[in-house]
């Protein structure tokens, strides 16, 4: 019985969420895409909309990752930690795309949801990854709580996404009903 093994019913409700939770942004997309696209919506969708599912599908890999039956916790930490220092990668150039983009200024909150929140995540599955070999137990609390902070960061993110384009990018006739008589 390794390390992994009580931590399996954590990861079988976080991955099925996130599973669950990727599906439900293509239905939403499916639903806004017959809205205009307004000019430099692309930029902004890669730099806001496209994270939100890399994050429900890294926190998809690290519980496919973690419910794997090792032997031991050395093969899993060197797969979380891969994940992270390309999660480290990848949120770098979110931040680049954050910048350039011109459709939208962010605020404080997006950029603590957007950048701040899932970068640290990414970092501390690196640095649990390095620290399994000393502290086994606490760099596996280090990856649960990083899997929950992507999961929460991509709800937070979704809802966001939804409501900005129900209350911002739709047409006023939209907003208040059409009277096609």
């Known amino acids: 019985?390794?390390?992994?093994?009580?931590?399996?019913?954590f990861y079988v409700i976080v991955g099925s969420s996130a599973g669950a939770l990727i599906?439900?942004?293509?239905?939403?997309?499916?639903?806004?895409?017959?809205?205009?696209?307004?000019r430099g919506h692309p930029q902004a969708g890669a730099a806001f909309a496209t994270p939100t599912i890399i994050h429900f599908g890294a926190v998809l890999l690290l519980s496919g990752i973690q419910s794997a039956p090792w032997r031991g916790v050395a093969p899993a930490s060197v797969l979380w930690g891969l994940l992270g220092v390309a999660g480290i990668i990848y949120e770098s150039i979110v931040l680049h795309r954050m910048r350039v983009q011109t459709v939208y200024n962010p605020e404080f909150e997006d950029w603590l949801f957007h950048f701040l929140l899932p970068f640290g995540a990414y970092i501390t599955l690196a640095v649990s990854a390095y620290a399994t070999h000393s502290k086994a137990d606490a760099a596996l609390f280090g990856v649960g709580a990083a899997a929950l902070v992507l999961l929460f960061v991509g709800i937070h993110n979704a809802w966001d996404a939804v409501t900005y384009h129900v209350y911002v990018t739709r047409a006023p006739s939209e907003k208040q009903g059409r009277s096609d008589g």
């Open 1 to 9: 019985m390794t390390a992994l093994s009580g931590w399996q019913n």
């Open 23 to 38: 599906g439900l942004q293509f239905v939403v997309i499916t639903l806004v895409a017959d809205v205009p696209a307004l």
